[in-house]
């Protein structure tokens, strides 16, 4: 606590009247932003924090917590992602094109729910500069660009008769509309086609993993591939969706999988022969109206995990050759050492050789 004694002199002013007390919290939400005042002992931050900057985060938090923590999630996806030329699009433009210094300060970020009651309490001993540019690249600012707004569970029924979809044989756990921002001048393109061209809008399912979907809303919809390939069955989709670790301690869950709503202009097309697939070409013929995300805790992945198993028995060494992956790796470089040998060898070393050839080449690569 602080005694304030600034103004006593001033005229009706009493000076037999006791001081106020003010606290430390209360003090630095009230003080200019270029002043930083240390909390509960902690040290002042080399560099002065954004105050307007960690306003408008809190309350996008406030507004949408579940819509920031999706995009926020899919963001963190991208920027992990070994694939990050490609899959973070486009970078925030402050940090440079420096991926380092962007993971180096994803590392310090807290979870969006603790943030939150910390932002609540005027506490911001866990934003630094880096952290409060960060979060005001990805939940602000994009948000002129395009943005994720979240339905209630009581919503998804009357969602689907809405796009005259049938509901998944699984329910997602959530459900995200995707808006467009008045900065988004694709999102404008595409509204103006599909104003002209009412009749001939329909609507697709793409399954992914969660990395792909941050170059798909800001960048480019059809990714890093020069065409998309949608399905009519939502649950094909969802088949075609790989799982990918979330971020800990997230309400979206631990492991998520996900599917694209995909509303297009059919213009001629490419589809299959049972009309169930569609082909697109054109990124400006399409739009991502909804994400449908499906989240679960490791456990009950595990255990889904150890179902399919069991129903699939030869799907024990494809599992096999995905979780051990470095010996799967070191078993391809001694065939192809066995196979270099076989020619000054016996017959069955030349046997080994060809059949660890035909297993690298159908298995591994």
Same mark, same amino acid.
């Given at each position: 606590?602080?005694?304030?004694?600034?103004?006593?002199?001033?005229?009706? @002013?009493?000076?037999?009247?006791?001081?106020?007390?003010?606290?430390?919290?209360?003090?630095?939400?009230?003080?200019?932003?270029?002043?930083?005042?240390?909390?509960?002992?902690?040290?002042?931050?080399?560099?002065?924090?954004? #105050?307007?900057?960690?306003?408008?985060?809190?309350?996008?938090?406030?507004?949408? &917590?579940?819509?920031? *923590?999706?995009?926020?999630?899919?963001?963190?996806?991208?920027?992990?992602?070994? %694939?990050?030329?490609?899959?973070? %699009?486009? #970078?925030?433009?402050?940090?440079?094109?420096?991926?380092?210094?962007?993971?180096?300060?994803?590392? /310090?970020?807290?979870?969006? *729910?603790?943030?939150?009651?910390?932002?609540?309490?005027?506490?911001?001993?866990?934003?630094?500069?880096?952290?409060?540019?960060?979060? +005001?690249?990805?939940?602000?600012?994009?948000? $002129?660009?395009?943005?994720?707004?979240?339905?209630?569970?009581?919503?998804?029924?009357?969602?689907?008769?809405?796009?005259?979809?049938?509901?998944?044989?699984?329910?997602?756990s959530q459900i995200f509309e995707v808006r467009t921002g008045r900065e988004n001048?694709?999102?404008?393109?595409?509204?103006?086609?599909?104003?002209?061209?009412?009749?001939?809008?329909?609507?697709? @399912?793409?399954?992914?993993?969660?990395?792909?979907?941050?170059?798909?809303?800001?960048?480019?919809?059809?990714?890093?591939?020069?065409?998309? *390939?949608? +399905?009519?069955?939502?649950?094909?989709?969802?088949?075609?969706?790989?799982?990918?670790?979330?971020?800990?301690?997230? !309400?979206?869950?631990?492991?998520?999988?996900?599917?694209?709503?995909?509303? &297009?202009? @059919?213009?001629?097309?490419?589809?299959?022969? $049972?009309?169930? /697939?569609?082909?697109?070409?054109? *990124?400006? +013929?399409?739009?991502?109206?909804?994400?449908?995300?499906?989240?679960?805790?490791?456990?009950? /992945?595990?255990?889904?995990?150890? #179902?399919?198993? #069991?129903?699939?028995?030869?799907?024990?060494?494809?599992?096999?050759?995905?979780?051990?992956?470095?010996?799967?790796?070191?078993?391809?470089?001694?065939?192809?050492?066995?196979?270099?040998?076989?020619? @000054?060898?016996?017959?069955?070393? !030349?046997? &080994?050789?060809? +059949?660890?050839? /035909?297993?690298?080449?159908?298995?591994?690569?």
């Open positions: 606590m602080t005694l304030l004694s600034v103004g006593a002199s001033a005229p009706g @002013f009493y000076g037999h009247q006791p001081a106020k007390r003010i606290g430390w919290r209360r003090l630095a939400a009230l003080l200019p932003q270029s002043i930083v005042v240390p909390l509960n002992g902690a040290r002042a931050p080399s560099s002065h924090l954004d #105050m307007r900057a960690l306003t408008l985060v809190q309350r996008r938090l406030q507004d949408d &917590f579940m819509g920031c *923590e999706a995009l926020w999630t899919i963001f963190v996806a991208a920027a992990w992602s070994y %694939r990050y030329r490609t899959r973070l %699009r486009p #970078m925030p433009s402050h940090w440079g094109g420096s991926i380092e210094v962007l993971c180096s300060t994803l590392g /310090h970020v807290p979870r969006l *729910e603790l943030l939150q009651q910390q932002l609540m309490h005027c506490d911001y001993r866990a934003c630094s500069s880096n952290v409060v540019r960060l979060l +005001t690249d990805i939940l602000v600012d994009q948000a $002129d660009r395009v943005f994720l707004s979240s339905l209630r569970p009581c919503e998804f029924a009357e969602l689907y008769a809405h796009l005259g979809m049938p509901a998944p044989q699984r329910p997602p001048g694709r999102g404008e393109a595409y509204s103006r086609l599909r104003q002209a061209n009412k009749e001939s809008v329909r609507l697709g @399912f793409y399954g992914c993993k969660l990395e792909k979907l941050y170059a798909m809303l800001n960048h480019n919809p059809l990714g890093d591939r020069k065409c998309l *390939e949608l +399905t009519s069955d939502v649950n094909e989709a969802l088949a075609r969706s790989k799982p990918q670790a979330g971020l800990g301690g997230s !309400r979206c869950g631990s492991i998520l999988r996900c599917v694209a709503v995909v509303e &297009f202009v @059919f213009q001629d097309n490419e589809t299959s022969a $049972d009309k169930k /697939h569609v082909i697109i070409e054109k *990124e400006e +013929t399409m739009q991502v109206s909804y994400i449908l995300l499906y989240g679960q805790s490791c456990v009950e /992945h595990a255990a889904e995990r150890q #179902m399919q198993l #069991m129903a699939k028995p030869c799907r024990k060494l494809l599992c096999w050759l995905e979780s051990h992956q470095e010996e799967a790796i070191s078993l391809g470089v001694g065939l192809l050492i066995v196979s270099s040998m076989a020619h @000054f060898g016996c017959s069955f070393f !030349r046997l &080994f050789a060809r +059949t660890g050839l /035909h297993v690298l080449k159908r298995g591994l690569l």
